[in-house]
């Protein structure tokens, strides 16, 4: 068990380990994460914790950045170095496996033909 000195931290990486994601290498996305995190010296400034499920299965696997509030889709574990490259370098193009971002406040879903609608929580709980 480890408290850490969270100060001056400038992001926190939310990678999902829900079972929908580590199916689809969770396991790996999160440690390929840590890895380029480490390789590009920037533990001072990202913090990263492994969740349960985030309620979006189908775009496993789920990582969420905040204070920015993006959540993306990675496929693959060089898209999970990309999420970490993209706080150095904002050119690193990551539109494709954007899920939300937040807009006005809001969560906004990325209007991409992968990104499903999903379940409207209001419809479901009328039921
Ligand atoms: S298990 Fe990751 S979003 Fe559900």
Not at 5 to 21: A, D, F
Not at 69 to 95: C, E, F, K, M, Q
Request: with cysteine; proline share 2%.
């Amino acid at each position: 068990m480890t408290t850490w000195n969270l100060t001056g931290t400038k992001k926190h990486v939310l990678i999902c380990n829900g079972s929908s994601c580590m199916r689809k290498e969770g396991e790996d996305i999160t440690l390929a994460i840590r890895d380029e995190i480490k390789e590009l010296e920037l533990d001072q400034h990202i913090h990263t914790s492994r969740t349960r499920c985030n309620g979006r299965c189908k775009d496993a696997c789920v990582v969420i950045v905040y204070p920015e509030g993006n959540w993306y889709s990675a496929t693959s574990t060089d898209i999970g170095r990309s999420i970490i490259r993209n706080h150095l370098d904002p050119s690193v193009d990551l539109a494709e496996s954007l899920i939300y971002s937040f807009e006005n406040d809001e969560m906004k879903r990325a209007d991409t033909p992968e990104r499903i609608k999903g379940v409207s929580k209001v419809e479901k709980s009328k039921v």
